[in-house]
């Protein structure tokens, strides 16, 4: 066992690591969902796109409209460059890139709403994807359900063991920091490990989890309008169990679903 670890700011800032993230989250019913609403747009922008694997799948199924991912992360921008380079892979966030009335629909996957920690970054991210949209675009996004409290399984015992794509297997944990949720946050490590590293790599998350009434506050701030609160993949309705509060939302003004 090593006695010291490697801190990296992000995990999948690191190349070794952006080339492991499809491995530790294989296509699931998430992405099902968000492929069919992509399927039905003409114009898609997929904010924090990491990977890009959503607008990879849509571009070798035939989508012949224009898809844009954009992601902070240069490491996994890499990973979306080389698996389909006619896809547009932007490098930044909405701080830093804008766009006007350009897309039908935009999303946000993967829980990626969720590492706006701040209202300022909130504000900010809804106001550039109000923007963004057409007339009678989309935007469609998911946050776990803070009542169903996630964050209880994120223990070092739940390990998750992956292969790097030549093979060497790798040990995969989180470690939820302090007594949990933390004024609506909740501060994580996320630990890999694999015989041969000089050290395990470690990097430090906050995530912001926020009830639905308040996610519809900050979207109506934005001129932007819930039309569809599901609680599940199979758009179930949203209760206190639900693990997840994916929204659906369209500028203000044009509130049909």
């Known amino acids: 066992m090593w006695q010291t670890a490697a801190v990296v700011d992000h995990s999948y800032a690191d190349l070794s690591l952006a080339a492991l993230y499809d491995r530790l989250n294989p296509w699931a019913p998430c992405d099902g969902f968000y492929l069919s609403l992509v399927r039905e747009a003409g114009s898609v922008l997929d904010i924090g796109c990491g990977t890009g694997r959503l607008l990879r799948r849509a571009r070798a199924e035939g989508h012949q409209g224009r898809l844009v991912g954009l992601d902070p992360a240069a490491a996994m921008l890499v990973q979306a460059r080389q698996a389909a380079p006619d896809v547009e892979w932007v490098l930044g966030d909405t701080r830093v890139r804008c766009w006007r009335g350009e897309f039908e629909l935009a999303v946000m996957t993967g829980h990626a709403f969720q590492a706006l920690v701040t209202d300022d970054e909130i504000r900010g991210c809804l106001r550039a994807v109000r923007a963004a949209l057409a007339d009678g675009g989309r935007f469609v996004f998911e946050t776990r359900n803070p009542a169903a409290r996630a964050w209880e399984g994120w223990t070092p015992e739940r390990i998750r063991e992956i292969n790097t794509p030549d093979g060497t297997p790798v040990r995969v944990w989180h470690e939820v920091q302090g007594d949990g949720l933390d004024r609506d946050r909740v501060h994580f490590t996320e630990?890999?490990?694999?015989?041969?590293?000089?050290?395990?790599?470690?990097?430090?998350?906050?995530?912001?989890?926020?009830?639905?009434?308040?996610?519809?506050?900050?979207?109506?701030?934005?001129?932007?309008?819930?039309?569809?609160?599901?609680?599940?993949?199979?758009?179930g309705p949203l209760t206190p169990a639900s693990p997840e509060i994916i929204t659906v939302a369209r500028p203000l003004g044009q509130v049909r679903a």
């Open 191 to 235: 630990t890999f490990e694999a015989e041969g590293w000089p050290a395990p790599r470690v990097s430090h998350s906050v995530l912001r989890f926020l009830d639905a009434e308040t996610l519809k506050r900050f979207l109506t701030e934005a001129g932007l309008a819930v039309v569809a609160q599901y609680g599940d993949w199979g758009r």
